[in-house]
């Protein structure tokens, strides 16, 4: 009888338009149900048959009804899907193609085939591919999507590096490289320092040696000369080794390997500073006194240049620190000038401390590989004297380019860092306030204030509100017209000195040549440029820590459940527990809630706070040192899940493999959501 009856429809619609609606993003859960978490942070359950339609991470309307007294929300209209292009595997379905996302919470499975090119018999079971979502659940019958490139095998040994640059949608390979050679024809006179003893400092492994050193000791303190590696002598601004360049814009450092942004025949053989070899450089020369600062006579210059010494970090470290070092016996004209860059560097890192800032002494870590790609060995890399060397006069030579390109022409690639994001800094002042900060509020928006806030930190004895600060702050970014970087605490910073592996030196190696030339500079690099090069830098970033972690989860698989203990630094809290760093090794591990005490009820992780609640109680807090023990290792998600080395109660102990992988996905996909917290911003 109401079968299709027009009158019905009508008053169903009018009945669905009456009813509120809501707009915000889906969180899903593993467990097949998820929340729509609206911008005011409202939040609705979305039953399991609803989810369906849905993803996590989509931005949605939906209606909210009331059923049994309880408010729930039925998706209605997609705003941006979650997904578009992503990283999945092949799963097969009675022979047919469907494709599952590579993502912590994501677990459906989606129809796929392969665009029109490939052949559907290629792919096998477990192969990671590029897929592209067409359909989605909300406005078709189902997602639907588009494989359009495999990867590689799912049990290649190697399928971290090359899924993680594809994810990223970075190169895999060097640039192509040139059938031949040739100096560009540049009206630029050379300085022929050949007979000076230059030296470069670098890992045992490095091959693109793109700075060299030479120091002189003066009655007023030091006369520093900085030489780089000048590719743009081989490379013709617009052509298409340089256009390849501007697009992958750096060379992606990863663990075990490099892809570099200029091709290896350039960044390792020609324009690497080697020794023994005469090479065209960039230098500057500058004049350094006993109070560290810098005077205002430097020089930039066109010169060549032949490194005497091609020295290892560890080595000169040795040499200095403990007056000798196994296998080096460098020439007294070598020895004298390690000794003066090492007094250069203490009168800079004072004169730093005192008029800009210095950025926390951490080590690195090194993975060492076998030739199957597996981690044989993890090792720590503290920062050492001879490190801090090259890192003082990479600085010093950097802060003089900023200087030089603001004065004339006004512009190029300067790295600006505004400090605190704009529309956190009111929170940061009441947190500061809060801790009675010796700094108003109205200076925390300029350099000299934020540097006397930074310098108040380190006096403080723990680092909890440092830890708790950094995510008010904003990140670093690529402006073509200077501005203050206030992670180094300086006015102005413009990077030359690596111009074989960022593109944005590139730049100002030739705005500078062009001013030494007295010729017309070249244009102000546009928007679209400082944008790519910011977002590449981002990207970068990305890729070397996924491919770390997905690295540590193998590496760490035989300590899951021993007794072996790491000391830890608690580096972030959200809701559903800890994020820790593994002082041994550098890898990150979370501590799930229910391992931290069993009744969750009596328990409140703050991400708010950065603290750890019992029973109201502050059990732990931000940038605490802890003793964990590792739970699990979840390559599904490359997640490391660790436990108390001194367990609050007997039963955290107690969850079982489901539970903890359920409260791993959980944290993952929380920590997504806030986001990666700003470091210090120190880009030197």
Known sequence: MFHDNPLLAQLKQQLRENLPKKEGVVRG??????????????????PPQQMKKVMHGDRITAIIRTENEKEQAEPETLITPFLSRFVGRIKLIKDRLNVVPDHP??????????????DEKQFAEGDWVIAHLKRHGLTDNGHFAEI??????????????????????????????AESWQQ??????????????????????????????????EADGWRLTVAIADPTAYVAPGSPIDAEAAKRAFTVYLPGRNIPMIPRTLSDELCSLKEGEPRQALCCEMKIGHDGAIADDFRFFAATICSQGRLIYDQVSDLLEHGSADGFAPSDAIRQQLQGLQALTAARQQWRGEHALLFSDRPDYAFELNEAGAVVAIHVEPR????????????????????????????????????????????AAELLAAHQAPVAA????????????????????????DCRLRRYQTYSVMASQPGPHFGLGLPAYATWTSPIRKYGDMVNHRIIKALLQGAACPAEPDAALTQLLSEARRLNRFAERDIADWLYVRFLLPAVGSEQTFSAEIIDVVRGGIKVRLQENGAVAFVPAGQIF????????????????????????????IDVRLKDAIEATRSLVATLATPLDAATQSESAEELEHEVREAVAEALDHGDTPDSGSDA
């Open 442 to 465: 109205e200076r925390l928006g300029t350099l000299e204030g934020f540097c006397e806030l930074r310098r108040w930190l380190e006096t403080l004895p723990s680092p909890f509100l």
């Open 105 to 118: 919470v994501l677990k459906e499975v989606i129809k796929a085939r392969p665009i029109k090119g490939l």
């Open 384 to 427: 050492r004297i001879a490190n801090r060397m090259v890192e003082e006069a990479m600085i010093a030579a950097n802060i003089c380019a900023g200087l030089f390109l603001a004065r004339t022409p006004g512009y190029g690639i300067f790295n600006v860092h505004p400090g605190f994001d704009a529309e956190k800094i009111a929170g």
């Open 598 to 625: 069993s009744d969750k009820k009596r328990l409140e992780c703050s991400w708010d706070d950065g603290k750890v609640y019992l029973d109201k109680e502050v059990r732990f807090e931000l940038g605490q040192r």
């Open 29 to 46: 859960s593993d467990r097949g149900f998820g929340f729509l978490e609206t911008d005011n942070r409202e939040s609705y359950f979305i």
């Open 148 to 177: 359009s490139e495999r990867i590689t095998a799912g049990d290649d040994p190697e399928a971290p590096w090359w899924v993680v640059l594809r994810r990223h949608d970075l190169p895999r390979s060097a640039p192509a490289d």
């Open 184 to 217: 560009l024809d540049e009206p630029l006179p050379r300085e022929d320092l050949t007979a000076l003893p230059f030296v470069t400092i670098d890992g045992a492994s490095t091959k693109d040696m793109d700075d060299a050193l030479y120091a002189v000791t």
